[in-house]
């Protein structure tokens, strides 16, 4: 069932990420200092917040280390989304976006370190904003692109400044100061196969008024795209098996299988007899690669002088976005079902059968056979577990529809010369509603099947027509179809309340050997986060939606969280030799939280670092933090739940119970029958059945974390060039989360000879009580058992280099933008007894944690250069080469009958590094601006690994869309007039 799990629980993304800390470089060490973006637009003012810090002054811009991308390369990119933004930055793994299909949410998230998309915080303008779901994660959809200045994506732990959730580090995006005048741009962009056309258009408008004291600014948006479907690329429209090559799919297929004495047959229509064999259902066709998307948006902002010593400021937000997504249809996906005997469309060879497998005469079925009135003393029914996809119903989709609105005030001045104070209010909700159609329900199956007449169902609901379950595609009439269908729906709801009190400055006094005074930040700070999801009855019965992947249930929690927190940067020494600047640096926060109908947890977090610049064209750096990350509201209050997870073997499957006694008692102490002994499958399309939930006694992660870097800038042989090199480590204990499928699957199988029956870690698995399966009926078949807990550890420690160049060749300006990152290791322990799991440059199902593919090596060079307004881009992306983890995947040549890719020889146990290029050309003329890109150049096709190698998610398409390229090559075109 690859995609029966619309909102599937994934065990690969439920463990979550570590801690990270950069520190203290001069912005400009970074990139060169942003420039107005329009005639009449100032710069950023003289003292700033640089993102990492809550310092205020001119003299100290010397934080973390920030991988700023500017409004101009988004421009140059086209891109049209703030994810788009983020998935070029090197170590930056893609999350939940565009390209994830099934088990989108209707959000799109970012993930620092590829190690938990709720370990970081989402900033406007160096404030927090309304999250979108129950774990705490901003939608980058609701950022209003247009207005943005610059981004900022500090990939250190930043909890001392930002609080809980920024262990990863923070992604800000700053908005353009003081616009004047009018700003109007419309894109439009196209894949060369003339699918998944998306358009955009801004209009931007600002004012400074009374004399400078005041400024208003509105921008108002609008994006639509359309989607791009699997079936529409030759590498992607048959789904292949990841181990054996061939063009498979799904179990739950049609014609129906129907299960009889522990085995699954189908029945021949030449007969009427229940056969072995069957063909899976090919569901790629149905999928897509880019969701499509529509989004109005509105975003406001005011600031003004009331008087010398006073300035209001505010912002206003309002968001409302459209996501679809669409998978195969619907179907039983392993539903034990009820079936009369005399139903009238039952084939009297299966009948037959059936009767056989029951223990009934010849007489005694053909008197069944007969019975069509239920207090007829032959009436009879038996069950049998159905896998039949309903293609007469069409696809299933999904409609996520989010309104989300953010409304800030703040008041701000100067207490003294030195020492700035800053007060503020916000508050946020966002409302999702997903409606979901083309879902059969399982109750009106049921209804249908005990018809014994073609005219009517013996229970006589209103409109309940008899279901012909029993002939291939097209049995199904349209009135029958109709029967089982029915909308559904479920919200989501999340509210954030937050105030805020600020301090910052210096002390007006300098230490002896320096020249700079000690500057400091303090403050408080109150937040209180309420979130909700709400679903009806179809929504939330287990099971009742035909391929919904489990139950969507209740919840309802509430916390709240006061922290008072401090910084200090010291200026040790100054303008001496070989001490061009010696500066150490530091803070603490102390966090109160108090969780509805839960325990109160106190928290302290505290950093210390300090930098050294011999001269003024090399600086050293360094940084220790400690942090700590909270449980968000869906760890908390999450009840247990059937989801699905990824698996591909499961041992008990196939004839190995058999022939080893020990291995058949776990089977049957799991649940399962003793007729499924030596016929039980492997999870259809390599989804298995999982329990897992919150849990109300859980304890903050703690992390520690280091770094040490230097950064070349100033070279009087070299202008204009600067170079940063950073490495990280990074340790998280007390991880939140629940262990990896392969785990739960070792801590019972891992020694089949020295395993009981007995053991907590074999029966807590719960298999299906008709077919012995993981798979199945989330209302029967729980499956692996996944809580949460404390017990996991992560690691990780890598390089992050940061390059830019600018200088004339003559009457052309070139710019050089690179950034590179080398991740060493990237680890997760689940337990004290788990495997200590590596993952980086690897792809599986275990290693699914990291969300994506985690490279070893991603760099994005950028080449700019500029004549007479006229702009020529060129943007380099690498990624370096991946492996399958336990490398027992398919390699030789692909089968007959598999599209495109038959007769290719492949090997799905690795993926070469891959290489796209961008390119962009502008046209600026007078006010008015004409760009032209054309994305992945040389439309580099994804690497091909199969369907059932790694992640729902991530593993789609036979490839990892959300990695590599899989629209192909795509040409943009934008129009922006500025007056």
Same mark, same amino acid.
Request: proline share 5%; aromatic share 10%.
């Given at each position: ?11 690969? =993304? ?10 203290? =470089? ?98 406007? #303008? ?14 980058? /959809? ?9 981004? #900022? ?20 995006? $700053? ?12 894109? !439009? ?18 004012? /400074? ?41 799904? %179990? ?22 229940? +056969? ?23 975003? @406001? ?22 996501? +679809? ?31 056989? @497998? ?12 007969? @019975?069509?009135?239920?207090? !007829? ?75 014994? /007449? ?10 309940? $027509? ?54 400091? =930040?303090? *403050? ?18 287990? %099971? ?24 200090? $940067? ?201 077919? *012995? ?26 390089? !992050? ?10 009457? $052309? ?136 190698? *790694? ?29």
């Amino acid at each position: 069932m690859k995609t029966n799990n619309n909102a599937a629980l994934k065990a690969g =993304a439920a463990p979550f990420a570590l801690a990270l800390a950069l520190i203290s =470089a001069p912005a400009f060490a970074q990139e060169a200092a942003p420039q107005a973006d329009s005639a009449t637009e100032t710069n950023e003012p003289t003292a700033i917040v640089v993102t990492g810090s809550l310092i205020r002054n001119p003299n100290l811009i010397q934080a973390t280390p920030v991988n700023v991308t500017t409004a101009d390369q988004i421009a140059l990119k086209q891109s049209n989304t703030a994810e788009e933004v983020l998935r070029q930055v090197p170590g930056i793994v893609p999350n939940i976006g565009s390209a994830v299909n099934n088990g989108a949410t209707g959000s799109n998230y970012v993930d620092l370190r590829g190690l938990g998309s709720n370990r970081n915080i989402v900033l406007l #303008d160096g404030q927090r904003i309304v999250p979108a779901d129950l774990q705490g994660r901003v939608d980058l /959809n609701n950022i209003p692109l247009a207005l943005i200045s610059r981004v #900022d994506a500090l990939t250190g732990a930043a909890v001392t400044t930002y609080g809980a959730d920024a262990i990863t580090g923070v992604v800000n995006f $700053v908005t353009k100061k003081d616009f004047a005048g009018v700003d109007i741009a419309v894109s !439009d962009q196209i894949t060369q196969q003339g699918d998944g056309n998306y358009f955009r258009g801004d209009v931007t408008t600002g004012v /400074n008024f009374d004399d400078g004291r005041g400024n208003a600014v509105l921008s108002i948006g609008y994006q639509k795209s359309n989607p791009v479907y699997q079936g529409a690329r030759d590498f992607s429209n048959i789904q292949l098996d990841s181990f054996s090559g061939t063009a498979g799919g799904s %179990g739950t297929a049609v014609p129906a299988r129907f299960s009889i004495n522990g085995a699954n047959r189908v029945i021949d229509p030449s007969t009427g007899l229940l +056969k072995p064999g069957f063909t899976p259902f090919n569901f790629n066709p149905y999928n897509i690669f880019q969701t499509p998307f529509q989004r109005f948006n509105i975003f @406001a902002q005011a600031n003004y002088q009331l008087s010398d010593a006073v300035e209001v400021y505010t912002r206003g937000l309002f968001s409302k976005n459209t996501v +679809k997504t669409i998978i195969a249809p619907s179907g039983l996906f392993a539903e034990s079902m009820k079936i009369p005997f005399s139903n009238p469309y039952l084939p009297a060879g299966a009948a037959g059968q059936f009767c056989a @497998a029951n223990g009934l005469t010849d007489a005694e079925c053909v008197a069944a056979r007969a @019975a069509t009135d239920p207090t !007829d003393p032959n009436y009879r029914t038996f069950n049998t577990v159905v896998r039949r996809r309903f293609v007469e119903t069409g696809t299933r989709n999904s409609q996520y529809t989010t309104n989300v609105f953010d409304y800030s005030l703040g008041f701000r001045g100067a207490l003294t010369k030195t020492v700035n104070w800053d007060v503020r209010a916000s508050y946020g909700e966002s409302d999702r509603l997903q409606t979901i159609t083309g879902y059969v329900l399982k109750s009106r199956v049921q209804d249908a099947l005990l018809a014994t /007449n073609k005219n009517s169902c013996l229970s006589g609901n209103d409109g309940c $027509v008899p279901i012909n379950l029993f002939g291939g595609a097209g049995s199904i009439t349209p009135e029958q179809a109709a029967y089982t269908l029915s909308p559904s729906t479920s919200s989501n709801n999340t509210s954030l309340f937050q105030v805020r009190g600020l301090l910052s400055g210096d002390f007006g006094f300098t230490v002896p050997t320096a020249s700079e005074p000690v500057g400091f =930040a303090a *403050g408080a700070e109150y937040r209180r986060y309420r979130a909700a999801q709400i679903s009806d009855t179809l929504s939330k019965t287990p %099971g009742e939606l035909g391929g919904a992947g489990g139950a969507a249930p209740d919840i309802d929690g509430a916390y709240s969280v006061w922290e008072s927190y401090g910084e200090l $940067v010291a200026p040790l020494v100054s303008d001496k030799p070989f001490f061009k600047s010696l500066t150490a640096e530091g803070g603490v926060r102390y966090s109160k939280y108090s969780v509805r109908g839960g325990p109160k947890t106190e928290a302290w977090t505290y950093k210390f670092g300090g930098s050294w610049e011999p001269t003024e064209q090399v600086k050293f750096r360094g940084n220790y933090s400690r942090a700590v990350r909270a449980p968000n509201i869906a760890e908390l209050f999450t009840p247990n739940t059937v989801g699905l997870t990824n698996l591909a073997a499961d041992p008990c499957a196939g004839a190995a119970p058999l022939t080893n006694a020990n291995l058949r008692a776990i089977c049957l102490a799991q649940g399962a029958p003793a007729n499924s002994i030596g016929q039980i499958l492997n999870p259809t399309a390599a989804q298995a059945n999982i329990t897992s939930g919150g849990n109300i006694n859980l304890k903050p992660e703690k992390a520690t974390t280091y770094t040490l870097g230097a950064v070349v800038q100033n070279l009087p042989f070299l202008p204009g060039f600067s170079v940063s090199v950073d490495y990280y480590n990074i340790k998280v204990t007390n991880q939140i989360g629940t262990p990896l499928p392969g785990d739960l699957i070792d801590a019972c199988f891992g020694n089949v000879t020295a395993a009981s029956a007995t053991d907590t870690a074999c029966t807590i698995i719960r298999r299906g009580p008709a077919t *012995g399966g993981l798979d199945g009926s989330p209302a029967t078949t729980k499956g692996l058992f996944g809580g949460l807990t404390n017990q996991g550890k992560l690691f990780t420690d890598g390089i !992050d280099v940061i390059l830019n160049y600018q200088r004339p060749i003559g009457a $052309v300006k070139w710019t050089l933008n690179a950034v590179a990152n080398v991740t060493f290791h990237s680890k997760f322990k689940a337990t004290a007894t788990s495997i200590d799991r590596e993952c980086v440059g690897l792809y599986s199902v275990n290693c699914s944690f990291t969300g994506s593919i985690q490279p070893r090596h991603t760099w994005s060079v950028q080449n700019t250069f500029s004549l007479k307004g006229m702009d020529l881009s060129l943007l380099w992306r690498h990624q370096s080469s991946a492996r399958y983890e336990d490398g027992n995947a398919f390699k030789g040549t692909i089968p007959a009958d598999s599209g495109a890719l038959s007769g290719q020889t492949v090997d799905f146990n690795k993926i070469d590094a891959f290489d796209y290029l961008d390119v962009t050309t502008r046209f600026n003329i007078e006010q008015f601006t004409l760009t032209f890109t054309v994305q992945n150049l040389f439309n580099t096709k994804p690497p091909i690994v199969g369907n059932t190698i *790694g992640s729902t998610s991530y593993n789609s398409g036979n490839t990892y869309p959300s990695s590599y390229d899989a629209l192909g090559r795509r040409f943009a075109v934008g129009a922006r007039v500025k007056f």
